[in-house]
């Protein structure tokens, strides 16, 4: 079931086909932004994935994947309210509305986003935020595929020593 509605979300949402494409596309964007294109393709590995794991464990792994969706809507928000797209100190409705309207363009983070990087930037400041979200990014992306970053560092430390002795 899952496989089908992946494939049906990437051709409603990418090509706008038929009424629902049409309409569906423009919305997801509005609330998501650019992330709407992610959707059908997580999905689809979602399905994939679930046929192999253990659905409790596929649970937790299915909010890891929507938290890690926020955070990069919630970056791309970032970046529009630091080019001045979105206005951080207006009321809460009025850049909601204009999150939306530059989401259906497929602008910045919709308004699932901009509802996060707003009060982030207010607290945080751009910067802070952007530290924030890259890093609570970073930590979800390891949890989800278990990387192991310091693994990976010691693994490309000890290539750089076989070389060093092959010099």
């Known amino acids: ?10 051709v409603l949402i990418y090509t706008k086909s038929g009424y629902i494409g ?17 959707i059908p393709i997580g999905t689809f590995l979602i399905a994939i994935y679930m046929t192999h794991n253990e ?8 909010i890891q994947y929507v938290v890690f969706l926020v955070c990069i809507a919630t970056m791309l928000s970032v970046f529009q309210f630091s080019s001045g797209n979105l206005n951080a100190g207006k ?11 530059l989401g259906t ?23 802070g935020a952007v530290i924030l979200v890259i ?4 930590v979800l992306f390891v949890f989800m595929f278990g990387v192991r970053p310091a693994e990976m560092i010691s693994n490309f430390l000890d290539a750089l020593d076989e070389r060093k002795e092959l010099k």
Request: glycine content about 14%.
């Open 1 to 10: 079931i899952l496989v089908i509605i992946s494939v049906l979300l990437f």
């Open 91 to 101: 009321e809460f409705g009025t850049v909601m509305k204009s999150a939306y309207e």
């Open 135 to 138: 890093g609570v990014a970073i």
């Open 22 to 38: 049409e309409h569906l596309s423009p919305m997801l964007g509005g609330i998501m932004g650019f992330i709407k294109y992610i």
């Open 55 to 62: 659905k409790e464990y596929m649970y937790a792994k299915l």
């Open 105 to 127: 363009s497929d602008i910045g983070g919709g308004v699932i986003g901009s509802a996060v990087a707003m009060p982030l930037i207010n607290l945080l400041g751009t910067t």
